[in-house]
């Protein structure tokens, strides 16, 4: 029998223990670290996992002292009870027959509070929290802490640690000169500035003995000024090996960075290629990370030599039985990760538990679960949008009986238009995965089917569940009829010409959304690495420090103005950890953005506007097409004649809300609706 991914499959022997494949779940913070009373959940989210497959996970950042600590009360484990805490967690995993390894994560001048310590007193851009120095007894401390986390997690049962070297974090903050103003041993040369990595791992490997897995997080390319070179990347690649680290895991980016790492827009596999360079520098096993969602890409980074093994951690969010699915040939059945991060780690930022926006089971495995139907029913389902398809595959997954309606002649709704969006095109992967799902679970899909009211009062269903989203508001703007205004989907589903110079009116998702396809017609970075790094300024961090050169950005397809009426920062309301990489391509192209703006009327010459409440600066913006993107309202014309004759409908999705609606919600509510039917 041939195996479908026999790279990404294959065991790996650590010599003392083997890891049953080359998938490593990265760590991600849930939340549910930071709370006693989640101990359960997270167990039964990592044994679901361990459930589908994966070969190793390594837990969220969990802090080996207060000092380490993300935000107050964040996850530690520096106590005996702390670990009997922790206990279930390892025993769920392992019952499952999973490994499990706990990270070790230190913020240093990261945390969000006061009791914050680096290497020099030197604020991070990213928390208000000025971080103490520490003096060498100080350093000593927090070795120790490592220690002694390392020991308590293995009291726990975990197989291995994962002390998180990477991302701008506390260890990290000792390796560059950037943060590290140090005059003594511990600061200056580069020698004293890895002492702090190599004495952890050295200490930590005496106290837990030689069969415990420590993985090494390591950066590999900082992308910030007084970054690491890459002759002091390898040399302490090296050293951590001989310290006694049985893995090196790869790390991309401080957070600090203004270089995208991980979003949507970023190609897939972009920093694989950073991982190979150290390939043949050291022998004990390399992982490589960051935007592989695919066991495609998966394996053929691993044919191809990249590395030893594969971090997925967001993938495996979005679907926990990725491996088990690819390992039996059936790939197309995996929901894959569109790297949104509207779920996860938007909500880690927003003090939220983290979910995922395909799969709204994640981290609530213990509350939203998909239990067989006791009675099916006959369901119609009118709309195939996000909301609609989850409401669908959920309810006949359960045994429902159910028809999926839908007036265009494809699944999908809005998603359509969002994949056409330069670096969406992940987008196209959650409707590969629904219309795999709608066979498997037997939906009866009837496209190109324009559901009138009649048709539901006139055909038995149980029950009839409204999803048909949303239709464009009308802004009433003087003049918006002249042929030259388009709307969104003008622009983006009917291929409408749009000329040369353009406004957008209205900065919110979508507006953003049509000025980056506006600007980069036809070409999207995403799919063209190569170009894609020059773009953002990303070089070889054996040529450049840190990995930061110059960028080069390519001329705008078009001229765009982006406006809003609100006087705030156009881009204000897109995600937290997205929301500056969308501003920044729009700006890298040119886009002039203005807030506070009224609209005064439209007319042969162009977009006539002026600022504020006093109509000041009266400006003619001369343009070629303008284009709508001023929101939505929901569309639910079947509701009102439904309710009349006496027939209750549920509405899901857009149709429901059509305020700060995004997929996020729809699918959510269609798969909590579907779940209680
Ligand atoms: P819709 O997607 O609007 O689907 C409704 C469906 O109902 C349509 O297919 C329609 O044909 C069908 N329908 C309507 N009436 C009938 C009828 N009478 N009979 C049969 N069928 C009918 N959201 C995010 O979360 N993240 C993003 O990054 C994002 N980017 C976007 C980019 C763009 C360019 C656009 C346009 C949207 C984006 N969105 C994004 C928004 C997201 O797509 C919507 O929130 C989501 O599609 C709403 O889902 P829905 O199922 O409620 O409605
Ligand atoms: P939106 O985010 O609500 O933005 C609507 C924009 O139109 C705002 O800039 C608003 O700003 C303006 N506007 C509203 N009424 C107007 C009027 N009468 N006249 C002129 N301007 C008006 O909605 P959207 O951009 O249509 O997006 C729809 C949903 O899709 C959003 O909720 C969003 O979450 C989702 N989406 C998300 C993403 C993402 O990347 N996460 C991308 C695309 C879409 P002013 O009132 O200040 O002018
Ligand atoms: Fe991936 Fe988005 Fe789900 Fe996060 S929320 S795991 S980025 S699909």
Request: with cysteine.
């Amino acid at each position: 029998m041939t195996v479908a991914y026999p790279h990404l499959l294959a065991p790996l022997d650590l010599g003392f223990t083997t890891l049953k494949n080359r998938v490593l779940m990265g760590s991600m913070h849930t939340g549910l670290e930071d709370s006693r009373k989640h101990v359960s959940r997270l167990a039964a989210y990592f044994a679901e996992r361990a459930r589908g497959g994966v070969g190793l996970i390594v837990t969220g950042g969990v802090a080996p002292n207060i000092a380490g600590w993300t935000k107050p009360l964040a996850g530690t484990l520096a106590t005996h009870s702390a670990a009997r805490r922790h206990k279930p967690i390892p025993d769920a995993v392992h019952a499952e027959g999973g490994k499990i390894a706990l990270q070790i994560l230190h913020t240093g001048r990261y945390g969000y509070h006061p009791f914050a310590v680096a290497p020099s007193p030197i604020k991070s851009p990213i928390s208000p929290f000025a971080p103490h120095g520490l003096s060498a007894s100080g350093i000593e401390r927090q070795i120790q802490a490592f220690v002694r986390c390392s020991l308590l997690a293995q009291e726990a049962g975990y197989d291995g640690a994962e002390i998180m070297g990477s991302e701008g974090y506390f260890i990290n903050q000792f390796l560059s000169l950037h943060t590290n103003k140090r005059k003594d041993e511990w600061g200056g040369d580069y020698a004293n500035r890895m002492r702090l990595p190599v004495e952890i791992i050295t200490r930590v490997r005496e106290a837990v003995g030689r069969s415990f897995i420590i993985i090494y997080r390591l950066s590999m390319l900082d992308l910030i000024p007084d970054g690491s070179s890459w002759d002091e990347i390898v040399l302490l690649a090296k050293a951590v090996e001989k310290a006694g680290a049985t893995i090196i895991n790869t790390g991309i980016g401080w957070h600090e960075a203004r270089v995208p790492t991980i979003a949507t827009s970023v190609p897939r596999g972009a920093f694989a290629w950073v991982t190979r360079k150290m390939k043949g520098e050291v022998g004990i096993p390399l992982v490589t990370t960051n935007r592989i969602n695919t066991p495609e890409v998966a394996e053929q980074l691993l044919a191809d030599g990249y590395a030893d093994m594969i971090s997925m951690a967001r993938p495996l969010l979005a679907d926990a039985e990725f491996v088990n699915k690819a390992a039996a040939g059936q790939a197309e059945r995996i929901n894959t990760c569109i790297a949104c991060n509207q779920a996860c780690l938007d909500h880690a930022f927003k003090n939220k538990i983290a979910s995922c926006l395909v799969n709204p089971r994640a981290c609530h495995e213990t509350e939203l679960n998909y239990a067989p139907a006791t009675s099916p029913k006959r369901i119609a389902v009118v709309g195939a949008g996000p909301a609609g398809l989850a409401a669908s595959t959920v309810l006949a997954g359960r045994g429902h009986k159910v028809d999926l309606f839908d007036a265009a002649s494809e699944i999908g709704g809005q998603f359509n238009m969002a994949k056409k969006v330069p670096g969406k095109e992940e987008f196209e992967e959650t409707l590969r995965y629904f219309r795999s799902h709608i066979r498997t679970t037997g939906v009866q899909l009837k496209l190109g089917h324009r559901v009138s009211a009649e048709e539901l009062i006139g055909t038995k269903y149980d029950a009839e569940i409204l999803a048909t989203g949303v239709t464009p508001s009308d802004p009433k703007i003087r003049g918006q009829d002249h042929p030259m205004v388009l709307s969104y989907i003008d622009v983006l589903r009917n291929a409408k010409s749009v000329g040369k110079r353009v406004a957008v009116i209205g900065a919110g998702g979508i507006g953003f959304d049509i000025s980056e396809f506006l600007v980069s017609e036809g070409h999207s970075p995403t799919l063209d690495l190569q170009a894609w790094l020059a773009e953002w300024g990303v070089g070889d961090p054996a040529t450049t420090r840190g990995g930061l050169k110059r960028p080069e950005i390519s001329a705008p397809a078009r001229k765009v103005t982006l406006l809003q009426r609100k006087d705030a920062k156009p881009g204000a309301g897109l995600g937290k950890t997205t929301g500056w990489i969308h501003r920044s391509a729009l700006k890298m192209k040119q886009v002039e953005m203005l807030a506070g703006v009224n609209y005064d009327g439209i007319d042969d010459r162009g977009l006539h506007i002026s600022f504020g409440e006093k109509k000041e600066k009266p400006t003619l913006i001369e343009v070629d097409n303008i284009v709508l993107c001023t929101g939505q309202e929901p569309l639910r014309e079947l509701e009102g004649p439904l309710k009349a004759a006496g027939i209750s409908v549920h509405l899901i999705g857009g149709a429901d809300v059509a305020a700060e609606l995004d997929a996020k919600r729809a699918i959510d509510q269609g798969s909590r609706l579907a779940a209680r039917l």
